[in-house]
Structures are given as structure tokens and as C-alpha cells.
């Protein structure tokens, strides 16, 4: 199967993305049938999973998202996390294409991401699908109640 991009929600996918989701943060909470559904029928939001072309089970996944700013339609990955048992085998490289090859296709004029330092596989992986380290500082303002 490979990549492919999520239309419908199934149990098996909220099960999944309920797996994967703790091996990219710890504090992620727990995603509902509702939350999934909202994410992949949300307007200019691509949820892309990755499956086991063996057994069809969903080993990865992804999130692009596209908003339009006065200087053109951008996009931003987010969210990407494989399997741990499932690493080091492609399935990260063909979801970062499969994202980028789809922002390309609605028009983006520039994808980007973020990755702490300290995922050393992940910053490599980027750079191996094009993507190179920016001159700037990252901010984020979390008093939003």
C-alpha cells in the first residue's frame, strides 16, 4: 500500500493514530472518532498515513497543512511520527515526499517544519527529502485561555 491520504475515518485509524500518537509526545491526549473526523474534513488539512504494504496496518503518519497569507499559500508538516519498531525502513521518507509532492499540487509556495536537534533520524531524514535548517528562532505563546 505505501502512503496514501486519509479520506475516511475508521476505528482502525483512530486506534492507530491513538498509538502513534504518544511516541511523538507524551502529552498528547487521546484523539476521539469526533477529533479525527474534524482534522481530515478540516479545509486545507491533509492527513497522510503510511501502511504496511505486507499486512495493511497503518505504521505512520503525517499532517500537511495549507493556509493562504498576503505573500501566497504555505504549507507546514506537523506531526509526523513512524512506529518506532517500524523506523529506519522508508515509511518517514514517503510520507515527506508524499506531504511535499501534495503542497506542490495545491500550489504552496514553500512547505515548512520544525524538529528538535535532539531527533538526530528525523533531522537527517529531512534533509534527505530536500528540506534545509532555516536562520531563525521559533516562538510560541501558550497563555491562550
Excluded at 502512503?3 to 502529552?27: G, I, K
Amino acid at each position: 500500500m505505501g502512503v496514501e491520504l486519509v479520506e475516511v475515518v475508521s476505528p482502525e485509524l483512530v486506534d492507530a493514530l491513538n498509538e502513534l500518537l504518544p511516541q511523538l509526545s507524551r502529552s498528547a491526549p487521546e484523539l476521539s472518532t469526533e477529533d479525527v473526523e474534524a482534522i481530515v474534513h478540516q479545509e486545507g488539512v491533509y492527513l497522510f498515513v503510511y501502511r504496511d504494504p505486507s499486512n495493511n496496518r497503518i505504521l505512520g503518519t503525517l499532517t500537511l497543512a495549507t493556509f493562504r497569507i498576503p505573500t501566497g499559500l504555505r504549507a507546514w508538516i506537523e506531526d509526523v511520527v513512524v512506529l518506532e519498531d517500524a523506523r529506519g525502513h522508508g515509511a518517514g521518507q514517503q510520507l515527506v515526499e508524499a506531504a511535499t509532492e501534495y503542497a506542490k499540487h495545491v500550489g504552496a509556495r514553500s512547505v515548512d517544519l520544525t524538529s528538535r536537534p535532539s531527533r538526530e533520524a528525523a533531522n537527517r531524514l529531512y534533509a534527505r527529502c530536500g528540506f534545509n535548517a532555516r536562520e531563525t528562532n521559533v516562538y510560541r505563546y501558550s497563555d491562550v485561555d
